[in-house]
């Protein structure tokens, strides 16, 4: 046989194992939460590649997990069928962190103040396959990849900065296909190794996993067998008369061990929805997500006639910092399936506009071809459909929370996620109707709270037209800016836009309810209130004094008006009616600097 070759590994993951092995005591439960979802990922990969590849099911057609316990050594052994790795995968994979679901865990870790014995983390997050050292001293990962034609095995221990690989050589432990788990528990854990101990983790954790689970469970059944009868019993019956033999019987239990089906493999969106509680959503949704808040809102349903599909759509409680930005999102939150099959989750983009990118859910289509792909997705006309209707359900879910008990709860929605809102008014005029009512802004008449669309149209003037606001980079400059005075004087509200989006959100938008929205900075203001025989008067009083200024001033402005807008202060300088106000102006600036 060839000798097992030494590796180290990478600082990180030294680092992690230390941490796991040293400072985290309680919650160990997960580690079985953790290596289930291996197992079940690895099956995940290969449904998906036997799709266009069936040879890969050959060496067994078995898509399962299995575990067995053997309580007296405290040894557990967890075997999938799943795609295995090659020599090349065991290094990159267990050697290294490259994983979201570990990276994200020790971010938060570098974050939390208490970081060593914060051991509620680890259950919140998992730190994936090193999760198996909170209660083994060894672990042995034996695999075989349909790449390839040897089964590897990989070995480490809970205090040691290296592990080994070697190739699998006992007849006896080969494997068709898949990754078998030998789990060497430490002597304060040997617990786990219990049938009955590892049935409950099963159905506690793992609820959601679509392939089945077996457990290696004893049983027992009762049956009745013969006895010989008792010769002084016989002579009795005989005595008595009793000239019929009666067969005599007992009734004994016969052990033995089998598998058993330990979950349920129906995946939650095929549920019926009366049936499944918020619970199991959020459960749900941080399992398959990685995430350890629960979310905002969820959505469950289904759509039927031209495109079938059903879906649980989720908004997350807080925008997700970094990598997926609103402008370029690559955020694998739209976890898309064909008929139970998982496809992709990097096909967010054909299923949401980018604005809606931080909606998270798994989508499943009776009506895609297995072997999507995203050019087929870009061309479907299914897709599109499909679409529409998560937008809308989108939409939905998020006017949901505006109506929540807890008012919080769309502060905190506007908060994180109002942007995505604004440059959904730039980008998706077909769904401007949905989106305005979303919007909120701060107010004249509001400084502290913001304030809806229709609480500024309840709020109107009965001879109010338009919806009048004002751009600016705070809420202090909006207040102290002269074109307000008037409107605050006849006591009408005026919108403050200080984010520097909103004004190109509402300009996109140009009306709400039919009620147009307009700049008070522009120069041809109307109020309503114009009185032409003073405007005469005054034109003529000071149109030398105009004159004059608009010489002294040169091409510095475009012209100097008699203006009835200010009650306070003597002059303003407005924006033209075709140009860029002046908040828009300074953006263009910063943009081009
Ligand atoms: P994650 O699951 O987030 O990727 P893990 O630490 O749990 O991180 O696993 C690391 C990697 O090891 C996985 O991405 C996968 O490539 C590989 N792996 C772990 N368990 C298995 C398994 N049972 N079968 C095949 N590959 C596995
Ligand atoms: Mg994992």
């Given at each position: ?21 040293n ?11 953790e ?34 316990t053997?309580?007296?050594n405290?040894i ?15 290094v ?20 939390s ?6 051991s ?9 396959f ?8 060894r ?36 494997i ?5 788990l ?35 469970q ?11 009868e ?22 004994v ?31 749900f ?7 350890y ?7 469950h ?16 409680s807080?925008?997700?910092?970094g990598?997926?930005d ?20 990097d ?7 980018r ?14 071809p ?9 061309e ?7 679409r529409?209707?998560?937008v ?21 929605f ?15 005029r077909?769904?401007?109707k949905?989106i ?22 309840e709020?109107?003037?009965?001879e ?11 809420v ?20 403050f ?9 509402i ?8 009620k ?13 209130d114009?009185n ?15 004159d004059?200024?608009?010489k002294?001033?040169?091409d ?10 200010l009650?306070t202060s ?18 263009m600036?910063?943009?081009t600097?």
């Amino acid at each position: 046989t060839p000798p097992a070759e030494k590796f180290e590994y990478q600082a990180e993951v030294s680092r992690l194992m230390d941490l796991i092995v040293n400072s985290l005591y309680s919650n160990k439960d997960v580690f079985l939460r953790e290596l289930i979802s291996n197992a079940s990922d690895a099956l995940d990969k290969l449904r998906f590649l036997s799709v266009t590849d069936p040879q890969l099911l050959k060496d067994t057609y078995d898509l399962d997990i299995r575990i067995q316990t053997d309580k007296d050594n405290g040894i557990i052994t967890l075997t999938d069928t799943g795609i295995g790795m090659t020599h090349n995968e065991i290094v990159d994979c267990l050697g290294t962190i490259a994983q979201s679901g570990t990276a994200k865990f020790l971010k938060a870790l570098k974050d939390s103040k208490d970081a060593g014995t914060d051991s509620n983390l680890i259950g919140q997050f998992g730190v994936g396959f090193y999760s198996a050292f909170l209660v083994c001293e060894r672990v042995e990962v034996s695999t075989k990849s349909p790449k390839s034609d040897k089964q590897y095995v990989w070995e480490g221990e809970a205090n040691s900065s290296s592990y080994t690989i070697r190739e699998e050589t006992d007849p006896a432990k080969l494997i068709p296909r898949g990754t078998r788990l030998t789990l060497h528990l430490k002597r304060d854990d040997k617990g786990f190794a219990h049938p009955e101990k590892i049935q409950k983790l099963v159905t506690n954790y793992s609820q959601f996993v679509s392939f089945p689970i077996y457990t290696w469970q004893e049983k027992g059944y009762t049956k009745e067998v013969d006895v010989d009868e008792d010769p002084a019993e016989a002579i009795k019956d005989e005595q008595d008369g009793k000239t019929e033999k009666k067969k005599k019987t007992k009734t004994v239990v016969e052990r033995y061990w089998d598998w058993e089906l330990a979950n349920d493999t129906q995946p939650i969106w095929l549920r019926n929805s009366k049936e499944v509680t918020t619970e199991d959503y959020n459960e749900f949704y941080k399992k398959t997500f990685n995430e350890y808040l629960e979310p905002l809102a969820s959505s469950h349903f289904s759509t039927e006639g031209e495109v079938e599909f059903k879906s649980i759509l989720y908004v997350p409680s807080i925008a997700a910092t970094g990598k997926d930005d609103i402008v370029n999102p690559k955020t694998k939150n739209i976890r898309l399936y064909v008929k139970r099959v998982f496809i992709s989750d990097d096909f967010d983009g054909e299923l949401f506009p980018r604005y809606l990118s931080f909606v998270k859910g798994v989508v499943d289509s009776n009506d895609l071809p297995l072997n999507v792909s995203r050019e087929i997705l870009q061309e479907s006309r299914i897709v599109r459909i499909m679409r529409k209707r998560l937008v809308r359900k989108a939409f939905d879910m998020i006017l949901g929370i505006t109506m929540s008990e807890n008012r919080d709860d769309y502060a905190r929605f506007w908060e994180n996620f109002g942007k995505h809102m604004k440059l959904g008014c730039i980008e998706d005029r077909e769904n401007h109707k949905r989106i305005a009512p979303l919007l909120r802004f701060f107010s004249s008449q509001s400084e502290e709270d913001v304030i809806s669309l229709d609480e500024y149209v309840e709020n109107m003037k009965t001879e109010q037209k338009d919806i009048y606001y004002i751009a600016s980079d705070s809420v202090t400059s909006a207040r102290n800016t002269p074109f307000l005075e008037k409107l605050v004087e006849k006591d009408i509200e005026v919108l403050f836009l200080v984010d520097p989006i909103d004004e190109v959100a509402i300009q996109n938008l140009k009306s709400y309810k039919e009620k147009n929205f307009v700049d008070i900075s522009k120069e041809d203001l109307d109020l309503g209130d114009k009185n032409e025989e003073k405007e005469k008067e005054m034109k003529q009083e000071f149109g030398q004094t105009c004159d004059w200024i608009k010489k002294r001033l040169g091409d510095k402005v475009a012209s100097v008006q008699v203006s009835n807008r200010l009650s306070t202060s003597p002059c303003v300088l407005a924006s033209g009616k075709f140009g860029w106000s002046a908040n828009m102006e300074r953006l263009m600036k910063a943009q081009t600097v």
